[in-house]
């Protein structure tokens, strides 16, 4: 154990984690809790995600120190979401809801983003108008333009233009979101048959977006479809 500890402290990781599985397989408890602690965290900064997510059950059955057992549900809501394993997510995500406003806030996305999955949208609303008061944040951004976006595909335009125009309001510094936005507005307008403001809406953000992703891409396809 205190071999891996000082690999681990080293940067060792490779060599830590046959260490640490080590004492894990001799059966001895005494270092049982950290040794799980460090494995998961070493699996999960290497992105083995679905091996993290173990250890970290593991973990989670074993812990007796308060930060350990908060590490293993955050480990495991963050691995289940990253594995595409939205029910699990969505458990681990409920055990967390207990924890601290900044766990809680992220909680609340995955929760959200599960219920989005399992197509359970409508269960999802809450936790989005909830998260996207504070479009500071990534996740908050991000739950801002998926708000829009439930209520876009559920017919209801007005309240998809509402959100969407107080997010515009308030801004955010999560650029590619606030862009989604913008292109949500627009197929919004397109829908009602508001094809200048449609254009527009476009125009502008194709003149002022920076970003090198697919929204260059997004934008013509609807400019190509004004078009027509």
Same mark, same amino acid.
């Given at each position: ?13 490779e060599e830590a984690k046959r260490l640490f ?54 480990? +495991? /809501?963050?691995?289940? !979401?990253?594995?595409?394993?939205? #029910?699990?997510? *969505?458990?681990?995500?409920?055990? &967390? $809801? ?47 333009y998926l708000l829009a976006q439930l209520y ?11 959100? +969407? /125009?107080?997010?515009? !309001?308030?801004?955010?510094?999560? #650029?590619?979101? *606030?862009?989604?936005?913008?292109? &949500? $507005?627009?197929?919004i307008y397109i829908r009602q048959g508001d ?34």
């Amino acid at each position: 154990f205190y071999l891996a500890s000082i690999a681990f402290a080293k940067k060792e990781q490779e060599e830590a984690k046959r260490l640490f599985s080590l004492v894990l397989e001799s059966g001895d408890t005494k270092f049982r809790e950290e040794s799980w602690a460090r494995k998961a965290e070493i699996e999960y900064l290497d992105k083995d995600y679905a091996a993290a997510m173990e250890s970290f059950k593991h973990l989670q059955v074993v812990a007796e120190n308060p930060e350990n057992k908060e590490a293993a549900k955050l480990g +495991l /809501m963050r691995c289940a !979401e990253l594995t595409g394993q939205p #029910q699990e997510a *969505l458990l681990a995500a409920n055990d &967390l $809801l207990k924890l601290s406003p900044e766990i809680m806030s992220e909680a609340r996305y995955v929760r959200a983003k599960a219920y989005i999955d399992l197509k359970q949208e409508n269960k999802a609303l809450a936790d989005l108008k909830e998260i996207s008061k504070d479009t500071r944040t990534i996740h908050g951004a991000e739950a801002k333009y998926l708000l829009a976006q439930l209520y876009y595909d559920n017919k209801d335009d007005k309240n998809a233009e509402t959100v +969407l /125009m107080n997010f515009i !309001e308030n801004g955010t510094p999560h #650029q590619y979101w *606030l862009a989604r936005g913008f292109i &949500l $507005l627009a197929d919004i307008y397109i829908r009602q048959g508001d094809d200048f403001q449609a254009r527009q809406y476009l125009t502008s953000l194709q003149n002022n977006y920076k970003g090198d992703d697919e929204i260059a891409e997004m934008i013509e396809d609807r400019l190509g479809k004004l078009k027509k």
